[in-house]
């Protein structure tokens, strides 16, 4: 089956050109991405104080928390959709696509009730500081309502990266990145709607690049369906629920492990929160080019597989990881050097307590900077094994994750201060890698011992 349209084969050609060039759409997609989520940061930080930066904090790792139920998921699914693509078996990805889009569609009803009822039981268990506790409320009731924009958008952003195509999902966020741009200036400094006007602003935009990919996928033949299309066949369901949710349950893990990380930094004050939020907002920034080229092995690995090409599969890991090692040094470099001018951006109000964030933040990116090599390395080995049908291992990876994360929180603080809640990232990241590494290479002698017998 060729690919037409927007749509790319990746069972031919040179595995690192066409790794490359499908994640470079990614990369800049992200930044657009990460651009208005920090401007969301700025625009409130600036607009509206350190106290409203504080209360975006606290609400940022439950509003991840459906996040990665969300991405999870859609993720999940376009392994077997990359699959069926790969192995040219079209009407198989129709029923794929149908089947994907009907069990979206009951999720979101019960994402959206869960995350509603679970709001402020959260923010209690995270010892939310008063003064930050109703603006954190109120941004997150506001993106919980718009849940069912976030999972459908995924979802379709997935379907076309399964097929190769990951430039209409760059279109669509640098759309709607400037739409959330625009929007966060008039609700937040001309209506003065603080803090909801980002909401708002947001999930405005999510939605216009929900419509912008709808658009898209109609355009391509092979995803015409029919209404049998949609019909939930038990065993269709089945696997692709078996291939989800561990992927949401490893999203799962990893954000509650965040929680308790935030809940451990709420008992040191807002101005620490604040601080920690800066750098947090940064996040999106470092890892950008890693979940890049993540998305490009889980499509990469996906379809080679599926035309039984293991050998390409070793090849594009080799290119994958070079290209992710030194896309790794050079964003550590950047950031320990530009690092603490970026920070400022977020921060205004007085001087002695913008100082002490400004401290904060930037402690902590330089912590994170230096073994942002272990992240990168993380994301590779993780989506490859999505690739290959493994969602179990990365579960169990996150769930390792969420152990060292949670003790690093509950113990480096009492041993070497404050600070040692920086380095909880770190040993989560090194937990995870161990295990997705040597699961990586554990997997594919499997599957090329099954090959030669």
């Given at each position: ?20 060039f ?46 990665g ?49 679970f ?15 109703q ?31 990951s ?13 959330n ?10 209506f ?32 015409r369906l ?34 308790v ?16 939020t ?95 090599v ?43 201060g ?36």
């Open positions: 089956m060729k690919a037409t349209g927007t749509i790319k084969d990746m069972t031919s050609g040179n595995p690192a050109k066409l790794l490359f499908f994640a470079i759409p990614l990369m800049v997609g992200n930044l657009f991405q990460q651009m208005y989520s920090m401007v969301d940061t700025i625009i409130v930080g600036q607009g509206v104080g350190v106290g409203a930066l504080a209360s975006l904090g606290a609400a940022d790792w439950l509003n991840w928390l459906f996040l139920l969300a991405t999870g998921l859609t993720q999940g699914f376009a392994i077997l959709l990359s699959q069926n693509y790969g192995a040219g078996d079209v009407e198989r990805l129709k029923k794929t696509v149908g089947v994907s889009i009907t069990l979206t569609a009951i999720a979101s009803v019960i994402f959206v009730l869960a995350a509603e009822g709001t402020t039981v959260c923010l209690d268990w995270m010892n939310t500081p008063e003064d930050i506790y603006g954190a409320v109120l941004y997150l009731r506001i993106m919980f309502a718009g849940l069912p924009v976030m999972l459908f958008y995924n979802l379709a952003a997935s379907i076309l990266r399964a097929l190769g195509d430039k209409s999902p760059l279109y669509a966020m640098i759309l709607a990145a400037l739409i741009i625009g929007l966060d200036l008039l609700f937040v400094l001309v003065r709607w603080g803090i909801a006007g980002a909401a708002v602003a947001t999930v405005a935009a999510q939605t216009v690049s929900l419509l912008y990919c709808l658009a898209v996928m109609k355009r391509i033949d092979i995803l029919s209404s049998e299309d949609f019909y939930p066949e038990k065993h269709m369901a089945i696997q692709l629920l078996k291939l989800g949710m561990p992927v949401m349950f490893q999203n799962i893990v990893i954000s509650v492990g965040g929680m990380v935030q809940s451990v930094i709420n008992q040191f004050g807002f101005l620490f929160v604040a601080g920690f800066a750098t947090n907002k940064l996040y999106g920034l470092l890892e950008m080019a890693a979940i890049s080229f993540g998305y490009a092995m889980t499509t990469y690995t996906g379809q080679n597989l599926g035309a039984g090409k293991l050998d390409r599969i070793q090849q594009g890991m080799k290119s994958a990881a070079v290209m992710a090692f030194g896309t790794s040094i050079v964003v550590s470099i950047l950031m320990l050097v530009l690092g603490r001018p970026i920070l400022g951006l977020f921060v205004s109000g007085d001087p002695s307590q913008t100082e002490q964030v400004l401290d904060i933040a930037y402690h902590y990116l330089k912590v994170m900077s230096y073994f942002l272990i992240l990168y390395a993380l994301h590779i080995y993780r989506c490859a094994l999505q690739g290959l049908g493994d969602t179990v291992t990365p579960m169990v990876s996150g769930i390792a994750e969420f152990t060292m994360r949670v003790t690093a929180a509950l113990l480096l603080p009492r041993l070497i404050q600070n040692g809640i920086f380095y909880a990232e770190i040993m989560a990241w090194t937990g995870a890698a161990v295990i997705l590494v040597s699961a990586y290479y554990l997997e594919m002698h499997r599957l090329t011992t099954e090959r030669e017998k």
